[in-house]
């Protein structure tokens, strides 16, 4: 697909663009991307997915903060991007949507040299403004992960890699 074919998303003009970008509805996903369970009432098809390097950082943050729930705010900078919390740090309440849930297996350990599963199944929220959520509703959103410096609170910030919103019209 050419930039070209690109749609611009509508953000504030001291926004990171590169933190949101927009594919046409026709577009096909990135492979091997999981779609996380739906969350909002009445869906039954997810609007969510995360790539494999996105659930590699998030494999990594898991390891070392333990549980974790996402956030997307909307306007500008930090909030144009998916910011990655301890889950509970960043409380949410009734003016957030939870789009979806990420659910991964547990991790695996290394242990005498063999793969060991650990703990029960891993699940993540997805939490979005509903403001935000407005916006972006006509939209399917994939969660991917690339290199940069994660915005303000962020668990990937200091990691080298950075949460990324890419969407496509529904």
Known sequence: MSDSKLQEPVVG?????EA?????ADA???????????????????RLAFTP????LIDRLWEMHGPLMFHQ?????DGSAPMCYREGQFRTGGQDVLLGTLELPPLAATGDGADRA????????F?????QFEVWSHTHLTIDAVPGRGGGFSLEAPEGLRFLIR????
Not at 53 to 56: E, L, R, T
Not at 73 to 77: E, F, H, Q
Not at 167 to 170: H, K, Q
């Open 13 to 17: 003009e001291a926004c990171d663009l």
């Open 20 to 24: 949101v970008t927009t594919a046409p």
């Open 28 to 46: 096909p996903g990135i492979p091997g991307s999981v779609e996380a369970r739906p969350e909002v009432e009445g869906e039954s098809v997810s």
């Open 53 to 56: 390097a996105a659930i590699a």
């Open 73 to 77: 705010s909307g306007g500008c900078c």
């Open 118 to 125: 650990e703990g029960a199944a891993r699940e993540i929220g």
């Open 127 to 131: 939490w979005m403004s509903r403001e």
């Open 167 to 170: 969407s496509r019209l529904l």
